[in-house]
């Protein structure tokens, strides 16, 4: 499904999602924005199509995340998510909703890190309107 977000250049934003697949926009560097406003090009962003299970993130895209399937994910993976230090987890865990076990979510919440599980397709949703409002979440997603 293609959402059409507002297009955030400074930041990784997920222009759409699909069974096996997630087509991210990679955020335009100062730059990149320097020599387009000099040279009145237009900036076209890169588009990163994520084929596996991934984290997302505002300034952050980790394209190798281990774990394939929700039912995989094991206390390291979310020490891998603690190590980024969001204030917010989204855990897009694919077409169904698949809660981990909370020992291992407890991770993140002992550290002061909200953890919210959902499907994939509300996951890439929430994810765009929090990196808009300016908040350091990071959406881990497997693939729908």
């Keep these: 499904m293609q959402i059409n977000p507002d297009f955030n250049a400074s930041a990784y934003t997920i222009k759409s999602y699909d069974a096996g697949k997630v087509t991210v926009f990679a955020p335009i560097s100062s ?29 952050q895209l980790i394209d190798d995340w281990a774990p394939q399937n929700p039912h995989l994910l094991t206390i390291d993976d979310f020490q891998r998510i603690l190590d980024l230090r969001p204030e917010l987890v989204l855990l897009g ?24 599980v959902m499907g994939t397709a509300a996951a890439c949703r929430t994810y765009n309107f929090l990196i808009s409002d300016g908040r350091n979440v990071a959406c881990a997603l497997f693939m729908i």
């Design 93 to 116: 865990t694919g077409g169904n909703i698949h809660f981990p076990e909370s020992k291992d979510m407890l991770l993140l919440q002992q550290q002061g890190i909200g953890v919210e």
């Design 31 to 59: 730059q990149e924005a320097k020599v387009a406003h000099e040279t009145g090009k237009t900036l076209t962003p890169t588009i990163i199509t994520l084929q596996q299970s991934a984290i997302i993130m505002k300034n």
